[in-house]
């Protein structure tokens, strides 16, 4: 019947004599020859199937002791699990690996059986079962199957966890999977993912930290930029400056020709003058001026160096550095260290000015503390050029205080000796005649100073100061009430630029 292609007829026959109660002889031949026929016939008709995997599950009743047993038991598994019936074909699995532990099988049946747990979606199970496999001898496919299986069952385990608001468990999931399976990415997101819950779970500082062992261990990985970028955010909401600088630095040595380079290494060099680590921000910030000679904030950073070499007590460097911000070209709100600048450099030559006492050769030392004062005023003028808020009205303030401190000088000046009353009296009147006008001098610097804030409808230290210098000097024309005191003030505009009334 075979033969002549009559196989439904032929598996028939073989089933009557594999199930004949007094033949024995031809009883396994027969149930093996049936299974080979409705293999024939199942690939026609796809409906006799289950009769093709039943055919398997009779030749076990009938023929026990058959060596062939883990055979047909593993073969029901394997169909089995070709259609989803992943309940039939861990039972076939588990009879394989249960009563034929020593055979070839067994291992395969057992990870077999992990693939039906993880199909089942009960991943702790197909864990367990795919590291039992590793227990046994098997094909170095099968087992690296079942290191799969256990590197995803782990996964999925973290992200039911994660679902299910159980964050802390999500954790210690991603983490057993990161430390057994550190190659590949999946080790890589575990670690994303576990960052993630523990900043959620408001554990930010080990947060932060997941994210930097995730990019020290993987440089190149895709997450690397993200994971520093937020570890820098974590970090720089503790206040963990030098965290955040090493951050931002190793971002910018890992990846020195990409478009964010710049940015990177001015962050780090930033953090580092946080951090208060003034020589690692000397050196960074004088890679970015050398590496990014036309970046936009290049005044910025020799304004910078320039605080630092201060910090080093270093004046004369911070003078060249102030000196190399003011002849920086800087647009837009950059410009303000140019002004900041400037004014650090005014304020130097008025330290110089009033160091000078009007004693001795008072025509050499008004000389000399006129030069001083007209180089301070030469800067300070620049600054009120600029136009900036913070920088021009601590300008204007300072060239009034300048005027106000050389009247006073020169009224305070030392005596020549050996002047007769009259003499005296009349080198007093010589004295108030060259020193009065700088009152005067001084009063317009206030006024204009607290017009133009008035204008831009800034406040701050420096026009309180100048309103009361203006009090104390005209107190007729300035005098200032609680309504409109609390009218002025308002929170600054940092970087606001604004015109100055002549």
């Given at each position: 019947l075979k033969e002549s292609g009559r196989n439904s007829d032929s598996a028939h026959r073989y089933q009557l004599i594999a199930e004949h109660e007094g033949l024995f002889s031809h009883r396994e031949d027969a149930s093996y020859r049936r299974i080979e026929v409705l293999d024939l016939v199942r690939r026609k008709d796809p409906a006799r199937f289950d009769e093709y995997v039943a055919a398997h599950e009779r030749y076990v009743e009938l023929n026990p002791d058959a060596a062939q047993v883990p055979e047909m038991l593993f073969a029901v598994g394997e169909l089995s699990f070709e259609v989803d019936d992943f309940v039939k074909a861990r039972d076939a699995f588990e009879r394989v690996a249960g009563q034929f532990t020593a055979h070839n099988l067994a291992g395969e049946s057992v990870e077999r059986r992990a693939r039906c747990y993880f199909r089942e979606e009960n991943f702790p199970e197909a864990e367990r079962a795919a590291?039992?496999?590793?227990?046994?001898?098997?094909?170095?496919?099968?087992?690296?199957?079942?290191?799969?299986?256990?590197?995803?069952?782990?996964?999925?385990?973290?992200?039911?966890?994660?679902?299910?608001?159980?964050?802390?468990?999500?954790?210690?999931?991603?983490?057993?999977?990161?430390?057994?399976?550190?190659?590949?990415?999946?080790?890589?997101?575990?670690?994303?993912?576990?960052?993630?819950?523990?900043?959620?779970?408001?554990?930010?500082?080990?947060?932060?930290?997941?994210?930097?062992?995730?990019?020290?261990?993987?440089?190149?990985?895709?997450?690397?930029?993200?994971?520093?970028?937020?570890?820098?955010?974590?970090?720089?909401?503790?206040?963990?400056?030098?965290?955040?600088?090493?951050?931002?630095?190793?971002?910018?040595?890992?990846?020195?020709?990409?478009?964010?380079?710049?940015?990177?290494?001015?962050?780090?060099?930033?953090?580092?003058?946080?951090?208060?680590?003034?020589?690692?921000?000397?050196?960074?910030?004088?890679?970015?001026?050398?590496?990014?000679?036309?970046?936009?904030?290049?005044?910025?950073?020799?304004?910078?160096?320039?605080?630092?070499?201060?910090?080093f007590g270093d004046e004369e460097d911070a003078l060249a550095r102030y000196r190399a911000t003011w002849d920086t070209p800087a647009e837009g709100d950059e410009g303000i260290y140019r002004a900041r600048a400037a004014l650090a450099m005014g304020e130097r030559d008025l330290a110089l000015f009033r160091a000078i006492e009007l004693k001795g050769d008072l025509g050499a030392a008004l000389t000399q503390k006129e030069t001083h004062l007209e180089a301070a005023m030469g800067r300070l003028v620049d600054v009120v050029g600029l136009s900036f808020a913070e920088p021009l009205t601590a300008a204007m303030y300072y060239a009034g205080e300048a005027f106000e401190q050389f009247k006073v000088a020169i009224l305070e000046s030392e005596r020549p000796a050996g002047m007769t009353e009259e003499e005296l009296e009349e080198y007093q009147f010589l004295l108030e005649e060259k020193a009065f006008p700088l009152e005067d001098s001084a009063l317009e610097y206030y006024r204009r100073g607290v017009k133009a804030a008035r204008k831009a409808k800034v406040y701050n230290e420096w026009v309180d100061r100048m309103y009361s210098r203006l009090e104390e000097l005209v107190p007729w024309a300035y005098q200032r009430s609680e309504q409109t005191s609390a009218a002025w003030v308002s929170p600054p505009y940092p970087g606001q630029t604004w015109e100055v009334v002549q």
């Open positions: 590291r039992e496999a590793l227990g046994f001898e098997i094909e170095d496919e099968t087992r690296e199957r079942a290191l799969k299986l256990i590197s995803f069952g782990i996964f999925k385990q973290a992200e039911l966890a994660q679902d299910a608001g159980e964050l802390a468990q999500s954790v210690t999931h991603f983490f057993r999977l990161a430390e057994e399976f550190p190659e590949g990415e999946a080790a890589q997101v575990s670690l994303y993912r576990a960052a993630e819950n523990l900043r959620t779970l408001g554990r930010e500082e080990d947060s932060a930290a997941v994210y930097k062992r995730l990019a020290d261990t993987y440089k190149d990985s895709r997450y690397t930029t993200s994971a520093l970028t937020l570890s820098s955010e974590i970090l720089s909401s503790l206040g963990d400056w030098h965290g955040v600088a090493q951050n931002y630095e190793d971002l910018y040595r890992l990846k020195p020709d990409e478009p964010q380079a710049a940015d990177n290494l001015f962050r780090a060099a930033l953090a580092r003058e946080k951090a208060k680590d003034w020589l690692k921000a000397k050196e960074l910030l004088i890679e970015f001026s050398e590496t990014f000679a036309t970046d936009a904030r290049l005044a910025q950073t020799h304004y910078k160096l320039a605080k630092v070499a201060l910090e």
